[in-house]
């Protein structure tokens, strides 16, 4: 499967973005999607993960009620709803697929990614 991330730009604090994700190959049903994020001289970290029909999502405890993942099967295409930003949430966001049986919180799980967006949130 072949992954392409849109959506990203430059944002002020409080405000909102959604990112896209769209994929090519088999459907999402066949995999957990994931959004992790990489800000410079950090590691890749969890965001948001959804699996399943009907869908199972995981957050990170630092998005928790901030943002949603969602899942379009029509358009094969997972979303990744960021409001009430912070600076801290500035970063390349980077979305993924993996094994159903994987862990959907670690990167190493997932074995196919999209090539990056950069959210900058300004203070």
């Known amino acids: 499967v072949q992954l392409q991330a849109s959506g990203g730009g430059l944002v002020q604090a409080g405000g909102s973005l959604r990112l896209s994700c769209a994929a090519s190959g088999r459907t999402f049903n066949s995999y957990v999607m994931g959004w992790f994020r990489q800000a410079p001289g950090k590691e890749r970290e969890f965001v948001m993960s959804?699996?399943?029909?009907?869908?199972?999502?995981y957050y990170a405890d630092s998005v928790k009620g901030r943002f949603t993942i969602s899942r379009g099967n029509a358009e094969n295409t997972v979303y990744l709803q960021m409001n009430s930003l912070k600076p801290e949430d500035s970063a390349v966001y980077y979305c993924?697929?993996?094994?159903?049986?994987?862990?959907?919180?670690?990167?190493?799980?997932?074995?196919?990614w999209g090539q990056g967006t950069q959210v900058t949130v300004s203070s």
């Open positions: 959804i699996r399943g029909s009907p869908s199972t999502t």
């Open positions: 993924a697929a993996g094994s159903l049986a994987g862990d959907p919180f670690v990167p190493s799980a997932y074995n196919h």
